[in-house]
């Protein structure tokens, strides 16, 4: 029966460790499951953020572009807009003076390679620049026959096209002009170089598989960084159908490749800009990073493996293994946060302005406060009185020719009552008689900087005061060094005399002086030489008024003979705590 017993037992102990090592396995199954799913679904949730983030920055970056080219266009449909009124109101006649007067308009803005008015039957009327003659008609130029036929087309951009002279790339943008009833009377043209859009796309380095492109709202392709020539002028509808929506995956023309686009339409113009990055390099961080997981996963699932078969031969031996995977968001930021400077545009020919939204947010005004003349949005602004003259005399100065550029900075109040540093720039532009006919320029905000400057001064004023200090610990410590030397020798041999004379001597009674004075001198050489260390003694209760009288002891050895010191001590026996050497 015993052995009956005993092998029922054993027989119960393995069903039971086999039954162990069958839920060990079972739960380490599932937990190498669970742990596969949370890396599949960590990697899935990575490359939703990584594609979030490349439509974001693409998308935000396009409207950044848009709004600086909307900028600088339309300071050349600015010019158009004057020349127009300019030409339809004085109507001058052919000649070099009616064509200098156009050149003047155009200075001072040099992407407009050349401005030219052209009759009704397209032939050429006046123009801004000296070129060889070319006087064939324009009247089957398309820009030409859309504002022949259409009245209210406002600003047509023509296909990019290459200059004679130059031979640089271009486009042209027209205006219609009206007789006094209506009718078609020709067209305004203003060459408008695409060189500055190259140079600014070329100077934003977005890295290897990206690329900004301007194109017309029927897709025909102006510039492109990188450079593709034999695109130029081609016509890529896909990348302006998404400037209406967000950014999104689509396959280019210009290179049959798989490209997130981010596009943003130009309010006042119609052109767009579309910001691509290829898909593989977009995902490359994703790819990368997965690899990386899924190497790491599969090495713990090994581990795992290994560790559930050593479970499972040593039910005893219980080892958990966990791994954390880590999981890293790599984010791209705005490559420039649109011109981060304030414009203004003051003509002082016919009283019209323009001031950017940024420069109104500059001077603390919303975007939509209305300007009219340069002097009375002056009168609006409260510059600081020490600065006001200086703004004057720079402005003056300029107008005067006397400066090549107006440059100043000033202080101004925002409505909050805080007060901001503005940094301002710009440059007039004259009329043929050498008037002031513009003044053009930007502003930025320097109050960081100005904050820094001020900062900088008064820390250096505080490192000179601590050097002087320093060096007063220093000269301190010294002269107590060589003084206490002095007073080795001098107490030594007053020791020595005390010893020597007899108790109540006339000899001993000078020399306990002479021992009583020493100490003082030695406790003095202490003070000073505590001072030179400027270390922290050690605390304990202090009776006032002896470390007073003390103290008036040394400061009456330091007064000339003349001034004399009276003491009114009446703190008693009142103590603190502290450090007498503190103290003193």
Not at 27 to 37: E, K, N, S
Not at 157 to 173: C, G, K, N
């Amino acid at each position: 029966m015993s052995q009956a017993t005993a092998s029922g037992s054993l027989l119960a102990d393995a069903t039971r460790a086999a039954r162990l090592r069958l839920w060990i396995a079972i739960v380490g199954v599932l937990a190498i499951a669970a742990f596969a799913a949370s890396a599949a679904y960590d990697a899935w949730r990575s490359y939703n953020v990584v594609i979030s983030a490349n439509k974001r920055e693409l998308g935000n970056l396009a409207k950044a572009l848009a709004e600086q080219a909307e900028r600088s266009l339309q300071l050349a449909d600015l010019l158009l807009r004057e020349t127009a009124t300019w030409y339809e109101t004085e109507r001058p006649a052919p000649g070099n003076a009616a064509d200098a007067k156009l050149a003047a308009r155009a200075t001072g803005l040099p992407a407009v390679r050349e401005v030219r008015i052209i009759g009704e039957h397209g032939t050429p009327l006046f123009r801004s620049r000296e070129l060889p003659a070319d006087n064939s008609a324009l009247s089957d130029r398309a820009y030409f026959i859309a504002h022949r036929d259409h009245p209210n087309l406002g600003v047509v951009v023509s296909d990019p096209l290459i200059t004679q002279i130059e031979h640089r790339p271009a486009v042209i943008m027209a205006r219609r002009l009206e007789k006094r009833d209506g009718s078609f009377d020709g067209i305004v043209q203003a060459v408008v170089d695409l060189e500055d859009f190259q140079r600014l796309y070329q100077a934003l380095d977005l890295g290897e598989g990206s690329a900004m492109n301007l194109l017309r709202d029927d897709g025909t392709l102006f510039v492109r960084q990188p450079q593709s020539p034999q695109a130029v002028g081609a016509k890529f509808p896909e990348l302006v159908a998404t400037a209406s929506k967000s950014a999104r995956l689509v396959e280019n023309t210009v290179d049959r490749r798989e490209r997130f686009v981010g596009a943003a339409h130009l309010a006042a113009f119609p052109l767009v800009v579309a910001v691509t990055r290829e898909q593989s390099i977009a995902l490359r961080s994703w790819r990368d990073e997965t690899y990386r997981v899924a190497a790491t996963t599969l090495v713990l699932t090994l581990l795992g493996a290994f560790a559930i078969a050593a479970l499972v031969y040593q039910v005893r031996r219980i080892e958990v293994g966990a791994r954390a995977l880590r999981q890293s968001e790599q984010r791209y930021a705005l490559a420039m946060e649109g011109a981060n400077e304030g414009h203004f545009d003051w003509n002082f020919e016919d009283g019209s302005s323009f001031l950017s939204p940024k420069m109104k947010l500059l001077h603390g005004r919303s975007i939509d406060a209305p300007v009219t003349t340069r002097a009375a949005w002056m009168g609006t602004l409260d510059i600081h009185p020490d600065d006001l003259p200086r703004v004057e005399a720079a402005v003056a100065d300029h107008f005067a020719g006397r400066t090549e550029r107006y440059e100043v900075e000033y202080r101004l109040r925002h409505p909050d009552g805080e007060w901001h540093w503005l940094q301002a720039r710009g440059r007039c532009i004259r009329d043929a008689s050498g008037k002031v006919a513009r003044l053009v320029g930007s502003a930025i905000d320097v109050t960081a900087r100005k904050s820094a400057e001020a900062e900088k001064d008064r820390l250096e004023i505080q490192l000179r005061q601590s050097q002087k200090m320093e060096a007063m610990g220093t000269l301190a410590g010294g002269i107590a060094h060589d003084f206490n030397n002095i007073l080795g020798a001098i107490l030594g041999y007053g020791e020595l005399a005390q010893k020597a004379a007899l108790e109540g001597s006339g000899i001993r009674r000078y020399v306990d002086n002479v021992m009583h004075a020493g100490s003082r001198a030695k406790a003095l050489v202490e003070r000073i030489l505590a001072f030179s260390r400027s270390g922290v003694g050690e605390r304990g209760p202090i009776n006032v008024q002896a470390v007073v009288e003390e103290t008036l002891e040394l400061l009456a050895a330091s007064l000339p003979p003349a001034v004399r010191l009276e003491r009114r001590l009446e703190a008693g026996d009142a103590a603190i705590v502290g450090d007498a050497t503190q103290l003193h």
